[in-house]
T-cell receptor
Framework: GNSVTQMEGPVTLSEEAFLTINCTYTATGYPSLFWYVQYPGEGLQLLLKATKADDKGSNKGFEATYRKETTSFHLEKGSVQVSDSAVYFCALSAMEYGNKLVFGAGTILRVKS | DGGITQSPKYLFRKEGQNVTLSCEQNLNHDAMYWYRQDPGQGLRLIYYSQIVNDFQKGDIAEGYSVSREKKESFPLTVTSAQKNPTAFYLC?????????????FGPGTRLLVL
């Protein structure tokens, strides 16, 4: 079956530190991959996406590259800010499941000033 | 502005009462979804609808009901059969014709039991 595994949090960083949140997936086909961000008390926002191997999604300084060979989609940011503190969810969508998303468990990021 | 709205932001339910959460979208999306999120947890799919007048159960449909009479609207009723309804409820929509499966979320409704 399809699944998404994210690194456990919370991840605590100082401002301007480098961020990596690991995400690996299992899928029988070629899924689309997503990162969502959830700020406290809010809904999820689509942060970035990639739809085929070697695609790089990017937005607001965040990046993730679709690595088919390692079935990974790790989220990175070169210099985090306090305002990046949130929960980050990795997700996939695969043809055999229609348009349902499969979510990882989420990773809490805390950035200290 | 196009988007998804959910109302109310907070909702209180008394014992034995049914309550209905509203979800409206003006994105012209065919598919709509309801998720439940418990504190510190991920999302669990309650119901989804890929087209008007059709919907399917998700992973945790017991104690919930939905309708899809209009493309723009997908209300969720939390019935008295749902014994532990306190949670954050999120509605989402997607345009299957785009092919990449991205879903767009509303701001959520927090349901509390009195």
């Amino acid at each position: 079956g399809n699944s998404v595994t994210q690194m456990e949090g919370p991840v605590t960083l100082s401002e301007e530190a480098f961020l990596t949140i690991n995400c690996t997936y299992t899928a029988t086909g070629y899924p689309s991959l997503f990162w969502y961000v959830q700020y406290p008390g809010e809904g999820l926002q689509l942060l970035l996406k990639a739809t085929k191997a070697d695609d790089k999604g990017s937005n607001k300084g965040f990046e993730a590259t679709y690595r088919k060979e390692t079935t990974s989609f790790h989220l990175e940011k070169g210099s985090v800010q306090v305002s990046d503190s949130a929960v980050y969810f990795c997700a996939l969508s695969a043809m055999e499941y229609g348009n349902k998303l499969v979510f990882g468990a989420g990773t809490i990021l805390r950035v200290k000033s | 502005d196009g988007g998804i709205t959910q109302s109310p932001k907070y909702l209180f339910r008394k014992e034995g009462q049914n309550v209905t959460l509203s979800c409206e979208q003006n994105l012209n999306h065919d598919a709509m979804y309801w998720y439940r999120q418990d504190p510190g947890q991920g999302l669990r799919l309650i119901y989804y609808s890929q087209i008007v007048n059709d919907f399917q159960k998700g992973d945790i449909a017991e104690g919930y009901s939905v309708s899809r009479e209009k493309k723009e609207s997908f209300p969720l009723t939390v019935t008295s059969a749902q014994k532990n309804p306190t949670a954050f409820y999120l509605c989402a929509s997607s345009a299957p014709g785009q092919g990449n499966g991205a879903q767009y979320f509303g701001p959520g409704t927090r349901l509390l039991v009195l």
